[in-house]
């Protein structure tokens, strides 16, 4: 199946991997709540037993230095894509709120970013990650 959009993520190559899997993770739901993103309907088992939707489309998870998600983030920000993000600040902060708190505290060039997501046109998408590498 073809898609006009682009489901991408793109984590920190430094983070262990148990912290790539909670960025990802947390990236996934943030977008997965866009309108841009469509969701199908329950899945259901042999037994009749039901399961919750999920994504429609595949979602690319990338890599790349921490310097370059800074410049993904002025990309993004520039084309005034939406995306969801992550700061290494939030490993340790908690809850929904205390990670807002927190990202808010950071202005847009200083965030310590780790983690970036967006759904937009493939066009787009390739455009703001360009120079991230498909996750090994």
């Known amino acids: 199946m073809q898609f006009d ?3 991408a993520i793109v984590v920190a190559d430094d983070l262990p991997t148990w912290q790539k899997l909670n960025v990802v993770s947390f990236l996934s739901g943030g977008v997965t709540a866009s ?3 469509s969701v199908g309907t329950q899945y259901k088992d042999a037994s009749n037993t039901e399961y919750l939707p999920l ?3 595949p979602i690319i998870v990338l890599k790349a230095k ?3 998600l800074a410049t993904f983030i002025q990309r993004a920000n520039r084309d005034q ?3 969801a993000l992550f ?3 939030m490993f340790s902060s908690g809850h929904d709120e205390a990670n807002r708190q927190t990202v808010s505290q950071y ?3 200083e965030l310590p970013l780790v983690g970036i997501a967006m759904c937009s046109d493939k066009k787009s998408v390739d455009k703001v ?3 991230a590498k498909l996750h090994d």
């Open 66 to 68: 921490r310097e370059k």
């Open 55 to 57: 994504c429609v489309q």
């Open 87 to 89: 700061i290494e600040d």
């Open 81 to 83: 894509a939406e995306v």
């Open 35 to 37: 309108s841009k993103v």
């Open 129 to 131: 990650f360009k120079g």
């Open 107 to 109: 202005a847009t060039e």
């Open 5 to 7: 959009t682009k489901f």
